[in-house]
Structure formats: C-alpha cells, structure tokens
C-alpha cells in the first residue's frame, strides 16, 4: 500500500532532477549525460565540442548504415536516394568497402549487402562488451542526480543477483542489500524485472516456489501488491512489459520502494538490470514520473551500447 506523502513531483528526489547543474549557460551547452556519451561517442566527459573527425568516413558509414538497416542486398540507385548521395559518389565507397570485405556484391543481381568482415566487426564488438564496464559510470550519474541507492543485477544461478551498488551521499547506507545478495523473486523490484523479461525456462521453477510461499505468507499476514497466483503474475508481467519498468513497494524492506529498468543485448534477451532504491515519500516512483523515465532512458542506453535496437 502506497504511504502519504509519496506523490509525483513532491519527492526531493524529483526535485534533484528539475534542478539546473550550473547557474549560467543554455541547455545546448550542458554536458551531455554518461548515458547519452555510451550511445552518441560525445568528445570526452566534460562536454567539449567533438574533436574535428574525417568527414569522409563519416560520409561512407551512411552507406553502411542503410546497408544495415536494409536487412536484404539493395541496389547501387536503392542506396543513392536512401543517403541522400549521387549514385557515383556511392559507387566509390562501395568499391573500396569491397576491397576490405565490409560490403560484398551479389554476381547475379549487382545489388550490394555488408560483407564478411561486417560479420567480424559484429560479432567482435558483442565479445568486447561488458555490462559492468558500461553500466558503472551510469550508475554513478544517477545516484548523484536522483540521490538514492542505485543497483546493478544479473540472472545468476541462484536467482536475481546484486553485483554492484552506488551510494548516494547524504543517505542512509541500505546495510540489509549487500553485493552478492540474492533477491527475492517476486517481492523485489529486480525479480520482477527478470521474471517479466527472460524466458519462462529460466524462472520458472522458482516461480513455482516463490507464489508457494507467497500464499502462505500472505495468508498468514495478509495480502499486499505481491502475486499469489498464475492470474495476479500475468497480470503484473503484462504491466511491467507496457510500462518498461518495474516497481515493488513495502515488500523486500519495510517503508522503501523500488524502480528497476531492463538492459537488453542484441538479441533483445536481458542481460541485467539497474535498480533504484529510496524511501517511500521520499524517492517518488511514479512509473511515469521524472525518475522512472531517467532510469529507462539510462538502462535503454546501455541496452544500445550492447547492440538493442536502431
């Protein structure tokens, strides 16, 4: 049950995130967030203007680009009108991509498709990233902005797992949540998570278990917003899925409230999660507030980083 007191926009959390950094300059001048750093490449972290790059490369990754996105061989005039280039100007970065084997031709139809060392550039870059490495800096930036405890968590053998924290200043530590802890499956914000996102082979046996004990403690001291059935779970997982995000209120520690938001791989699989933890009338976890949306926009960074999505 929600406590008084915990209303979007009067939180101090919230407050924390309309607060301008500097007293002077325009929001363009801003640096940009470690988020947007992981996706866009900015220059470096104290937002200076990017460095003067070589135009042409950035030219061809057009071409490369729309070559990607394609998702079949396309012809030399399909690629012209979709970059916005001359079909001869086109023509020259495909030869030398062909050379290196980044673009390959088809024989009989001429149309054009990434090649074999695209494959290798891929396949490369998956092997090379690490959630831990790119979720550290973001974690960091939102404890500082948002000024509460902030989790990372991945699926391990024993269920939903914390291999990282960051710790606000000024708050109180959370002692109970240590690295290494285990999560309960369904009366934790990142258990629901995992749950609404793997596939059901990897939970389901502790889902059985876990609605088990539910009923009884449940009977035993009474109902809260913790599924007691396979109904109540559907109905959870299909919100958790529409909003994004998950929430769990009162239930893994007395008087906090969780917000816990996916970060995908390429293959769309969830690979971990970051989570933020407050106390109730103090963090507002409205799932459409000022803070579910900045943790999103944060785990959606990185799930880029890792190959998700455009």
């Not at 079949?72 to 020259?92: E, F, Q």
């Not at 991509?97 to 990434?114: H, K, M, P």
């Not at 963090?283 to 926009?297: F, K, N, V």
Request: net charge neutral.
């Amino acid at each position: 049950m929600t406590k008084k007191g915990n209303s979007p926009g009067s939180s101090n959390s919230a407050a924390r995130l309309s607060r301008p950094r500097s007293a002077s300059g325009s929001q363009a001048e801003q640096p940009e967030s470690v988020a947007e750093q992981l996706f866009t490449g900015a220059d470096d972290k104290a937002g200076r203007p990017a460095r003067r790059g070589i135009q042409s490369i950035e030219i061809g990754f057009r071409i490369l680009d729309h070559l990607r996105m394609a998702l079949r061989p396309v012809p030399l005039k399909a690629i012209a009108a979709g970059t916005g280039m001359s079909a001869a100007n086109v023509h020259y970065y495909l030869v030398s991509f062909q050379a290196v084997g980044i673009v390959r031709q088809e024989e009989d139809t001429g149309c054009y498709a990434l090649g074999p060392y695209a494959l290798k550039l891929g396949l490369a870059a998956i092997e090379q990233f690490d959630v831990f490495t790119a979720a550290r800096p973001v974690m960091t930036e939102l404890a500082d902005e948002i000024g509460q405890t902030v989790f990372l968590g991945v699926w391990g053998n024993r269920g939903p797992t914390i291999i990282y924290r960051v710790e606000a200043g000024g708050n109180r530590p959370i002692l109970e949540l240590r690295v290494g802890s285990v999560l309960p499956l369904l009366r934790s914000a990142l258990g629901r998570n995992f749950v609404a996102h793997l596939p059901p082979a990897f939970s389901e046996e502790l889902v059985v278990a876990a609605l088990k004990e539910e009923r009884t403690r449940q009977e035993r001291e009474g109902p809260d917003d913790t599924p007691r059935d396979r109904a109540e779970l559907e109905t959870m997982l299909t919100s958790i899925r529409a909003a994004g995000i998950s929430r769990c209120r009162d239930a893994l520690l007395a008087n906090f409230t969780s917000l816990s938001a996916p970060i995908l791989d390429q293959t769309g699989l969830m690979i971990a999660a970051i989570t933020l933890m407050g106390p109730i009338g103090t963090m507002d976890d409205d799932l459409a507030g000022p803070i579910a949306e900045a943790l999103r926009s944060r785990a959606a960074a990185i799930s880029r980083a890792a190959g998700w999505g455009d």
